[in-house]
């Protein structure tokens, strides 16, 4: 599983991310999220979808978001989807082993300032388990209309 992945970043030059996961259709037709050339930022993306542990199973979900691997003339590699907090699955229906991520809270962070939505409730969320459970507070009136208010039960 290392080799390959190995392999499809090292021919990877654009990283797009996808609204959906695997029930959302085909890749060709769902809205791109964000798309990433910098080979720095793509060694980055790189770094964190392949970096964890293999859990030897995968999630029953379909998840939320897809990562889109192309080549240098456009030509879509391989793909993979988030689960969860911290899971991703390369090639779901092939593979059938998630990657638990060392570090989630980075990859929302990095997918957050390329102006992929709803990351930072997630970056929060990794940040803050360490320091108890987490719970959501909102909306409360028109004032806070669609907001989230994260705390800390101790």
């Avoid at 980055?44 to 979900?61: E, Q, V």
């Avoid at 793909?79 to 969860?84: E, I, Q, R």
């Avoid at 409360?140 to 907001?147: L, N, V």
Wanted: net charge neutral; aromatic share 8%; hydrophobic share 40%.
């Amino acid at each position: 599983m290392i080799s390959w992945l190995t392999d499809v970043w090292s021919r990877t030059h654009v990283v797009q991310i996808l609204d959906g996961g695997e029930d959302a259709g085909p890749l060709a037709d769902r809205r791109i999220l964000a798309e990433l050339r910098n080979p720095s930022t793509i060694e980055a993306a790189r770094k964190l979808t392949t970096t964890g542990r293999f859990t030897g199973d995968i999630c029953r979900c379909p998840g939320d978001t897809t990562i889109a691997l192309h080549d240098d003339s456009g030509v879509l590699i391989t793909s993979a989807s988030l689960h969860g907090y911290g899971n991703i699955s390369w090639e779901r229906q092939r593979l059938h082993n998630d990657l638990h991520m060392a570090d989630p809270a980075a990859l929302h962070l990095l997918l957050a300032t390329h102006g992929v939505p709803d990351q930072i409730p997630l970056f929060l969320r990794g940040r803050l388990q360490t320091f108890g459970s987490i719970y959501v507070l909102g909306p409360f009136g028109d004032r806070f209309a669609g907001s989230r208010y994260i705390g800390i039960a101790r």
